[in-house]
């Protein structure tokens, strides 16, 4: 998010005092599959995040709000999600969460 706001608004960080307050955690975080092969395996698996955000925005209090984030991964079932497979999942999923938070809260700006 940090990066979104300095890359594409002319806002500036605080750590106090701002007129924006983003508050999240990670709510849920899990592994299921997606498509079986012809023997009931699993052939894909998808990793699904999601996250609570409570957005309070200090000059506008009707842009305020609180609202759940969620994206997925798909990716082979034969690949363990570690490593490589997790650092690509991780970074699909949170950009597109990151951009979906940003366009909501900053679309007005």
């Known amino acids: 998010m940090q990066d979104l706001i300095q890359n594409q608004t002319n806002l500036s960080l605080t750590s106090s ?5 983003y508050e999240g955690e ?13 023997n009931q395996r699993a052939n ?6 999601s996250v609570n955000l ?3 925005n200090k000059k506008k209090e009707a842009d305020s709000f609180e609202k759940k984030f969620s994206f997925f991964h798909d990716f082979p079932a ?3 999600l570690t490593g ?9 999923i949170f950009e597109r969460i990151t951009q979906d938070i940003f366009n909501d809260t900053l679309a007005k700006w």
Do not use: C, H, W
């Open 17 to 21: 005092n701002g007129d924006l307050l």
């Open 26 to 38: 990670i709510i849920d975080f899990y592994v299921s599959p997606m498509s079986a092969t012809a």
């Open 44 to 49: 894909q698996n998808r990793l699904t995040i």
């Open 54 to 56: 409570k957005f309070t």
């Open 78 to 80: 034969n690949e363990q």
């Open 84 to 92: 490589r497979t997790l650092a690509t999942a991780l970074e699909v």
